[in-house]
């Protein structure tokens, strides 16, 4: 595997509407690659939801039919330009990043995860980022939070891991728990 890129400082960013446009392009060009073998590709985490900051990384969820298409799928999606990055943190998610050195965060522009068909963590991201665009103080709390943690200088698993606990209680409110 690629060495990662040099860390740089996490910057988070007042939302910008071009995020959707970016999207929708990759969007077009995975629903092409893919065909088939992909049930659903999903505009997910804070890119996702208007008027929330974020670092400027698009994440992409994708649900595949069935497991059986990941052999093809991999060199499909490397073919866009993405790097496989394997299976290694998530059973049943397989993630890729799009690395453009000169003009993204940490070297990269998007991630894609790949999921298992049915895979839970699939429907939280998707209802995770429903839950933001229908709740503007959540999301208003979520982006104080992420502001909050970049000024503390956190990166990486750090910043993703303080993270947790604010989105395990959103997803308590969408599952009434």
């Known amino acids: 595997m690629d060495a990662e890129p040099p860390s740089r400082p996490l910057e988070i960013l007042d939302y910008n509407p071009a995020w959707a446009a970016m999207f929708a392009t990759e969007h077009a060009l995975l629903a092409e690659a893919l065909g088939p073998a992909a049930l659903a590709i999903e505009h997910v985490g804070s890119t996702a939801v208007p008027g929330l900051a974020a670092k400027p990384i698009i994440d992409i969820a994708v649900e595949l039919y069935d497991l059986e298409y990941l052999p093809g799928v991999v060199p499909a999606i490397e073919a866009l330009g993405y790097l496989y990055r394997g299976d290694g943190l998530h059973a049943g998610r397989h993630f890729f990043r799009k690395p453009k050195e ?39 709390e979520y982006a104080a939070l992420k502001r909050r943690l970049a000024a503390e200088g956190m990166q990486g698993m750090d910043y993703t891991d303080a993270k947790t606990t604010f989105i395990h209680r959103c997803l308590a409110a969408i599952y009434g728990v």
Not at 104 to 130: C, I, K, S
């Open 102 to 140: 000169s003009e993204a965060f940490d070297g990269r522009t998007h991630n894609l995860h790949v999921y298992e068909p049915g895979h839970a963590d699939f429907f939280e991201v998707v209802a995770f980022r429903d839950y933001l665009r229908t709740n503007p103080e959540r999301a208003g």
